[in-house]
């Protein structure tokens, strides 16, 4: 539960305006923790698309060079969708290197020395594991009664699969 890490806050609701858009706030606020998570794991993946871009090595330099930035443009839109479905269902996003840390169920990884496999390996297991978290929370908005961000989570796990299959392919 956010509410017991201590690296976190509670996702406060916004009181100036009620959200009545047939949802309980019970219901908002579990799939609004689901979001939180979501976009924690997709700025970790973020940040080390970045540092791979960065930091690669070896004849596919260019190549994968540019990949990696082509995959954290895409993952940049689709954090920022992320954070705003949470406003939308009338809470504040998590919005701090804290926060993400604290929520995100991915790993970090240290400095590959520019180990272009190691890259591509590390990139699969994270995309592959947030297309497993989105599969669950696909279900888990539906069950709140929420089939706005099932659709959204649902279109957002077909890009992921995209983005793992580019990601795969490059390993042969
Ligand atoms: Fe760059």
Redesign the pocket.
């Known amino acids: 539960m956010i509410q017991e890490n201590p690296t976190t806050r509670p996702l406060t609701a916004i009181t100036h305006a009620k959200v009545q858009i047939g949802m309980t706030e019970t219901s908002r606020q579990l799939v609004a923790e689901e979001l939180s998570r979501l976009l924690s794991d997709q700025y970790m993946l973020y940040t080390k698309l970045r540092n791979y ?2 930091n690669v090595l070896g004849m596919q330099f260019k190549a994968l ?1 540019d990949l990696f ?1 082509e995959q954290y443009t895409l993952v940049a839109t689709y954090v920022d969708n992320t954070a705003e479905r949470i406003r939308m269902l009338g809470f504040f996003s998590p919005g701090s290197m804290e926060a993400f840390l604290g929520l995100g169920r991915l790993s970090e990884t240290n400095h590959q020395h520019g180990d272009a496999i190691k890259m591509l390996n590390n990139l699969l297991t994270d995309q592959e594991t947030l297309i497993r978290f989105l599969r669950t929370a696909v279900g888990l908005a539906s069950d709140q009664g929420d089939e706005g961000t099932a659709d959204f989570l649902t279109g957002l796990m077909e890009a992921y699969e995209k983005m793992a299959w580019m990601t795969r392919a490059h390993l042969g």
């Open positions: 871009h960065w060079h930035e």
